[in-house]
């Protein structure tokens, strides 16, 4: 079983920076498909990025060029720098794990997901 913890939201202007870091326990860490997703009031849920096992990302085109997702295995930590944040970015961000990418990239079969950390961009 996989824990996941979010921490480093919180409220910024527009066009400043965030990261968020999610740290995990338990499980083999190394060998899950991790994503960030996010959830706006009255939106569905939806994928901000995804990062494979071995690196690989996929990024919504909505925050390509200014989200960053990396991972480090050694510390069970999947991190996204977030830059040139937009009022549309504010939303509820979640940490999640699955056992494949594609589960990450569909949405579908997610493991585990952390409780959820708030990110509010104003203009």
């Known amino acids: 079983q996989v824990q996941l913890v979010e921490s480093g939201g919180g409220l910024v202007q527009a066009g400043g920076s965030l990261r968020l870091s999610c740290a995990a326990s338990?499980?083999?860490?190394?060998?899950?498909?991790m994503g960030w997703f996010r959830q706006a009031p009255g939106k569905e849920r939806e994928l901000v990025v995804g990062?494979?096992?071995?690196?690989?990302?996929r990024y919504a085109d909505s925050v390509k060029g200014r989200f960053a997702i990396s991972r480090d295995n050694a510390k069970k930590a999947v991190y996204l720098q977030m830059n040139s944040l937009k009022p549309e970015d504010t939303a509820v961000y979640y940490c999640?794990?699955?056992?494949?990418?594609?589960?990450?990239?569909?949405?579908?079969?997610?493991?585990?997901w952390g409780q959820g950390t708030q990110v509010t961009v104003s203009s």
């Open positions: 338990g499980g083999t860490f190394s060998s899950y498909a």
């Open positions: 990062i494979s096992d071995i690196g690989s990302t």
């Open positions: 999640a794990a699955a056992t494949t990418w594609y589960s990450i990239h569909s949405q579908t079969e997610i493991a585990y």
